[in-house]
């Protein structure tokens, strides 16, 4: 399991276009992929999920992979939340 803590850098947050890239890729993985903020711990795979959490620019969320491919999933899913792809 990886859960590391990560910055919202993205000048908009985490809005819905990069929600649901996040969403759309984490989906492609077979890890569990969580995101918490606040207490509050939703899939990485529910737009509604992610969109709940209200994360604008540097908000900080755990990421949370785990499962077969948690090393790829932790490292593609970063990115998005640093506002990198």
Excluded at 25 to 30: I, Q, V
Excluded at 50 to 61: D, N, P, Q, R, W
């Amino acid at each position: 399991m990886i859960k590391k803590p990560i910055e919202i850098l993205n000048e908009n947050g985490l809005h819905a276009l990069p929600a649901s890239r996040f969403v759309r890729l984490a989906e492609k993985f077979k890890s569990d992929v969580t995101l918490e903020k606040e207490d509050i711990e939703v899939s990485g795979k529910s737009i509604m999920g992610i969109l709940t959490l209200a994360c604008e620019k540097g908000s900080i969320v755990i990421l949370t992979c785990e499962g077969k491919d948690e090393k790829d999933a932790f490292k593609t899913l970063r990115k998005i939340l640093e506002g990198h792809d």
